[in-house]
Each structure stands twice: as C-alpha cells, then as structure tokens.
C-alpha cells in the first residue's frame, strides 16, 4: 500500500499563498501514476482542485483555475500545490491522492489518500 503524508496546510490572509506538500511511500510506483489535491470543506463533497499525470499533465478545478499551480517531482516522490491568492472560500481540508488511471478510469485497488492538511483563509 501506499502512504501518503502531506504538510504545509495553515492560516492565510486573503490574498496570501501557501505551498502544500505531499510525499509519497510504500508500493505503488510514483512516477507512473496520477498525483492529485481534493479539498472538503464543512458541509460540503470533496471536490477535485487539481491532478498531475505521470507525464506532467495538468487539470483543475474551475474555482482554482489561475490561482493554484500543481507540480510533482518524481526523484523525490512528491507532489505539490502552489497556491495564491487566497481565498475564504478555499478554506477547507486538503487531501492528497495517489491513484492509476487507465482509459479514463481509475484503476481498482490502486487508489490511496493521505490524512489532509488543514487551510484556513480568513482575516
């Protein structure tokens, strides 16, 4: 299995950044699978804000487009999400993912999540 541990979550004003990072272990091969950053916030689903493939694609959220950057760098097994200007609403729970995508689809039994980084924006 694959564990996943992320940091960097925290308090910002609006407008500020944070980097979230996420480093990876265990069995799965890092660099040839799909990294990403879900968020859940209080009474709401979890929500996509951006993946990376193994070959460096990237797609985000609507909400997060412009603003957030995902990168990953796979001699180190990370992965990681810049964010700027910060928003209220970006408060929430941050999640890091590990899975295998096949044809669009995520394969079964290779799909991990980390214990999520706390981010609170708010003056």
Not at 4 to 30: D, K, M, N, T, W
Not at 50 to 73: M, Q
Not at 76 to 84: A, C, E, F, G, I
Not at 102 to 120: A, C, E, F, K, R
Request: aromatic share 8%; proline share 2%; net charge positive.
């Amino acid at each position: 299995q694959v564990q996943l541990v992320e940091s960097g979550g925290g308090l910002v004003q609006p407008g500020g950044s944070l980097r979230l990072s996420c480093a990876a272990s265990g069995g799965s091969i890092f660099s040839i699978n799909v990294m990403g950053w879900y968020r859940q916030a209080p009474g709401k689903q979890r929500e996509l804000v951006a993946t990376v493939t193994a070959g460096g694609s990237t797609n985000y959220g609507d909400s997060v487009k412009g603003r957030f950057t995902i990168s990953r760098d796979n001699a180190k097994n990370t992965v990681y999400l810049q964010m700027n200007n910060l928003k209220p609403e970006d408060t929430a729970v941050y999640y890091c993912n590990h899975r295998r995508v096949v044809g669009g689809m995520t394969l079964s039994g290779i799909n991990y999540w980390g214990q999520g980084t706390q981010v609170t924006v708010s003056s």
